[in-house]
């Protein structure tokens, strides 16, 4: 019998207290936020229950923080004597931005600690949450926050020193593609396309070559010549994109976020 908690349910708590409740790996979810309206609204979504911190601290074999992080010390001193009481074995996960696994290792008393960063597509089960673990976290911890987390999308493991590098693409990259689809779209609109049209397509061509990439495994360059047909109509597309610095001005916005974590 598994038991399940989330303190804090804003938008990212939330979503992944849906794909926990989608995974059906948890027999129970229990639901802390600060305001009880929004996780009394979230438990009849998804038939979990609701409950004050300090009683989702005690009964959680798999705590969730989703907490801001000016908030996280606050939160954790009105729980942390609950924590050190319990005698049984259970794991935190923590989502808060910025606080790594040293910072909460001391904050949790050497707790096992997950720490992850999701990102916004987690909410219609297409993201990708990358997860670093103290190593105290045993390889069946692991495996059960894989399998909680599946209904949201790609669940992937990496060493703590990539974290920054890696959500530079994660976390941020939604933004990119974004302004990507729209700047796609803005171009059909002004060749005539009705922008309902256009969004609706830029954003499904996306979808569907990022699905063609991660299912055959080709690399992106091959994918890219293959629809360059000789004297055709892409080749000239990225001829432009070329000249205008397409591909380094996408590399310095990755670095950009990168180095705005240090």
Avoid: W
């Avoid at 910072?103 to 089960?125: C, Q, S, T």
């Avoid at 091959?222 to 597309?237: E, F, M």
Wanted: one cysteine or more; proline letters at 3%.
């Amino acid at each position: 019998m598994k038991t399940v908690g989330f303190i804090g349910t804003g938008n990212m708590g939330s979503a992944l207290a849906r794909a926990a409740a989608k995974s059906k790996a948890a027999d129970r979810i229990l639901l802390s936020n600060r305001s009880p309206e929004k996780a009394l609204r979230l438990a009849d979504e998804i038939g979990a229950e609701t409950a004050e911190n300090r009683l989702t601290a005690k009964e959680s074999d798999v705590l969730f923080i989703a907490v801001k992080p000016q908030m996280l010390e606050e939160m954790v001193s009105g729980i942390i004597d609950v924590l050190r009481a319990r005698k049984d074995r259970f794991v935190i996960v923590s989502m808060v931005a910025g606080k790594d696994i040293a910072y909460l290792n001391k904050l949790f008393e050497g707790i096992p600690v997950i720490r992850i960063m999701p990102n916004i597509p987690v909410a219609v089960g297409g993201g990708i949450t990358l997860f670093t673990a103290m190593e105290n976290v045993t390889a069946a911890d692991k495996e059960f926050l894989k399998k909680l987390l599946d209904a949201s999308g790609a669940v992937s493991e990496i060493d703590e020193r990539l974290l920054d590098a890696a959500t530079g693409i994660t976390g941020c990259g939604p933004a990119y593609a974004a302004m990507f689809i729209e700047a796609l779209a803005d171009g059909a609109v002004a060749c005539g396309l009705p922008r309902r049209q256009a969004i609706e397509y830029a954003a499904q061509m996306v979808i569907g070559t990022a699905s063609l990439i991660l299912q055959t495994g080709e690399h992106p360059d091959a994918l890219k010549d293959r629809v360059c047909s000789p004297g055709g109509s892409t080749i000239q597309g990225v001829r432009s994109l070329e000249k205008d610095a397409f591909r380094s001005a996408v590399m310095n916005a990755v670095i950009a976020a990168y180095e705005k974590e240090f």
